[in-house]
T-cell receptor, first 115, second 113 residues
Framework: SAVISQKPSRDICQRGTSLTIQCQVD?????MFWYRQQPGQSLTLIAT?????????ESGFVIDKFPISRPNLTFSTLTVSNMSPEDSSIYLC????????????FGPGTRLTVL | GDSVTQMEGPVTLSEEAFLTINCTYT??????LFWYVQYPGEGLQLLLK?????DKGSNKGFEATYRKETTSFHLEKGSVQVSDSAVYFC????????????FGKGTRLSVIA
């Protein structure tokens, strides 16, 4: 299994500002994903973070709003830009374990509140 | 495309009751199937998985059997505890392998003493 840490664990931000969330994995992984979980809701995939190239975004999510970096096989960041109260959610980093496995592991999440 | 359907919650049970959370799927080929659990204030944890038909995944007293004929992967536990209160997600991994898991909407379980 992979051990995943996220920073910050929670934050309260003002409307119009941006927040960058970091995801660090203790081993090299093939795939990294970012999810959003709105209060009481299921998971929504934002994008797949690709190492060395632009992220692949799901329908309804755009790079200008959620820029993602993945400089190597163990680290990724998600920025939530120009925030509004509707962005208040839990943001989860997820990874697919080493080569040849199909199990996904999740970080503890970042709980974001936008005022 | 691939999809997962799980029973609507919330489910409220008394301690020591029997639990079943239904999960059915639609997929091509033979996907791997998973149950994840999310305790309050935490991320998702893998609870159990099964990779082929008739496999039974088990962990912490929970079990689920991969039923190809009914395209189901129902989660069961014989005697729930208050500490099992959480949200449970059923998921599948597409056969192609290079795509994220497909999740159901989650079922909230509350166990009361």
């Amino acid at each position: 299994s992979a051990v995943i840490s996220q920073k910050p664990s929670r934050d309260i931000c003002q409307r119009g500002t941006s927040l960058t969330i970091q995801c660090q994995v203790d081993s090299q992984v093939t795939m990294m994903f970012w999810y959003r979980q709105q209060p009481g809701q299921s998971l929504t995939l934002i994008a797949t973070a690709n190492q060395g190239s632009e992220a692949t975004y799901e329908s309804g999510f755009v790079i200008d709003k959620f820029p993602i970096s993945r400089p190597n096989l163990t680290f990724s960041t998600l920025t939530v830009s120009n925030m509004s109260p509707e962005d208040s959610s839990i943001y989860l980093c997820s990874v697919r374990g080493g080569f040849g496995t199909d199990t996904q592991y999740f970080g503890p999440g970042t709980r974001l509140t936008v005022l | 495309g691939d999809s997962v359907t799980q029973m609507e919650g919330p489910v409220t049970l008394s301690e020591e009751a029997f639990l079943t959370i239904n999960c059915t799927y639609t997929a091509t080929g033979y996907p791997s199937l998973f149950w994840y659990v999310q305790y309050p204030g935490e991320g998702l944890q893998l609870l159990l998985k099964a990779t082929k038909a008739d496999d039974k995944g088990s962990n912490k007293g929970f079990e689920a059997t991969y039923r190809k004929e009914t395209t189901s992967f129902h989660l069961e536990k014989g005697s729930v505890q208050v500490s099992d209160s959480a949200v449970y997600f059923c998921a599948l991994s597409a056969v192609s392998g290079n795509t994220p898991l497909v999740f159901g909407k989650g079922t909230r379980l509350s166990v009361i003493a």
